[in-house]
């Protein structure tokens, strides 16, 4: 069974920059689409960024274009998250999700499997 673990979440000033990486044990992480989600406190959980499985092609939410990253390391079995300029209302808990069909999505019940998250606040 596949399970993901966030890291690297914190608290950041609002401008500043956060890396968060998923990953999992026993299992190649770049066999499967990894999107990078997020859920504020009352609201619905967003799609911030998706990669896909082997050739890494990526797509990104309208709000975080221009300032996130998504990227894979394969020799580390990670996909990462680089978040730059964060803003406050970027504060949420930041989820991975994996799925292996051969897809871009931001929407989550696109995903299966899902990680515990991780707190990202933002604040001065």
């Known amino acids: 069974q596949l399970q993901l673990v966030e890291s690297g979440g914190g608290l950041v000033q609002p401008g500043g920059s956060l890396r968060l990486s998923c990953t999992t044990s026993?299992?190649?992480?770049?066999?499967?689409?990894i999107g990078w989600f997020r859920q504020a406190p009352g609201k619905e959980r967003e799609g911030v960024a998706c990669?896909?499985?082997?050739?890494?092609?990526?797509i990104y939410a309208n709000s975080v274009k221009g300032r996130f990253t998504i990227s894979r390391d394969n020799a580390k079995n990670t996909v990462s998250l680089q978040m730059d300029s964060l803003k406050p209302e970027e504060t949420a808990v930041y989820y991975c999700?994996?799925?292996?069909?051969?897809?871009?999505?931001?929407?989550?019940?696109?995903?299966?499997?899902w990680g515990q998250g991780t707190q990202v606040t933002v604040s001065s």
């Open positions: 990669i896909s499985s082997r050739e890494g092609s990526a």
């Open positions: 026993g299992l190649t992480l770049n066999d499967f689409t």
């Open positions: 999700a994996a799925t292996v069909a051969r897809l871009l999505s931001l929407k989550a019940d696109s995903f299966y499997a």
